[in-house]
């Protein structure tokens, strides 16, 4: 019989991930209590037993596709809830090479499962998602080795989450530079005005920007200055508004906007003026001022050209 102990926080949500070669074991439950207990190094199989899920009604399913594709990248958000536990148990052999958390008050902490390494995400904070990007890699350090020979020492666990935060942090540093230069190109546009630019919303996260003599190029979110750094690597509200204008073809009609929320939208489409007209360097007004008859309508052109076959991450 294993021996459990008691994690010092309070948890409201688990979800726990197991990664098999072609599709992905979930579960996810509620615990009544405050107080969760989970087993420590040395997990027994399997590491969430149906009767537990049954407890606290949840739920416990396969999903037809590996949660990594074929070069060990996954990206998606986690609907892990305040005060929620995540925890993702990586195929037999492999180890986390680098990872991106949305918020770095996340605590990561690691441990060994029947046959593989097991990471877990605890989230104190009061965000009810966590966006993970995490890239997986063989683990030729022994690492899962390394930790079941000694599960009573806690240096090695220690020293290779730093090794994962530190590396991830430099990743970072040197994305948010890059995207700073390609920002730039955008100012290489020759458009005399607005109207002669076109922007396609190619996915969730990205655009492509078209105009004469400048050769067609994609943007995400972050390269447009879009990111909410409060939230990681999140878009934040003008990236958001880029989106509803695409997918309605650069008008937002007086029928979509309720009096609650008219202030709001007209404060988000000033931001968007000024950010526009520094970032693109064309003068005039990107969007035209309100009108009672037509709402807001774009002097520039924009549109949804995301496949109609496109997904949303499987995660809820």
């Not at 008691?6 to 409201?12: A, D, R």
């Not at 969430?48 to 998606?76: C, E």
């Not at 994962?164 to 020759?190: A, D, G, T, W």
């Not at 105009?211 to 447009?224: C, E, G, H, S, V």
């Amino acid at each position: 019989m294993v021996n459990l102990f008691i994690i010092m926080f309070s948890v409201k949500n688990v979800i726990v991930h197991r990664c098999h070669p072609s599709q992905l074991e979930i579960f996810n439950f509620s615990p009544s209590e405050d107080t969760y207990f989970y087993s420590p190094n040395g997990l027994n199989e399997p590491l969430i037993p149906d009767k537990v899920i049954k407890q606290y009604d949840g739920t416990r399913k396969f999903v037809g596709s590996p949660l990594f594709n074929n070069a060990g990248i996954a990206s998606f958000l986690c609907e892990i809830g305040k005060k929620g536990l995540y925890y993702l148990i990586l195929p037999e052999g492999k180890i986390i090479d680098q990872l991106i958390l949305s918020k770095s008050e996340i605590d990561l902490s690691l441990y060994f499962s029947g046959k593989s390494l097991l990471y877990s995400f605890y989230n104190p904070t009061e965000v009810e998602r966590l966006f993970l990007d995490i890239r997986i890699a063989d683990d030729e350090r022994k690492i899962y080795q390394t930790i079941k020979k000694n599960p009573k020492d806690i240096s090695f666990p220690s020293n290779e989450i730093d090794r994962i935060i530190n590396s991830s942090n430099q990743k970072q540093i040197k994305e948010k530079n890059s995207s700073s230069n390609k920002s730039k190109e955008i100012k290489h546009l020759k458009a005399k005005n607005w109207s002669q630019v076109t922007i396609e919303l190619v996915s969730d996260d990205s655009i492509l920007v078209k105009a004469p003599d400048f050769k067609t190029k994609r943007f995400n979110y972050t390269d447009l200055g879009m990111r909410d750094d409060r939230r990681g690597d999140m878009p934040n509200q003008l990236w958001d508004m880029v989106e509803r204008l695409a997918v309605n073809n650069g008008k937002i009609s007086v029928d979509e906007i309720s009096l609650r929320e008219r202030s709001k939208i007209e404060k988000t489409i000033q931001r968007m003026r000024t950010h526009f007209k520094t970032l693109f360097g064309i003068e005039g007004m990107p969007i035209n001022r309100y009108s009672k008859k037509h709402g807001y309508v774009t002097q520039f052109n924009i549109k949804d050209c995301r496949p109609t076959s496109y997904n949303q991450p499987f995660l809820e």
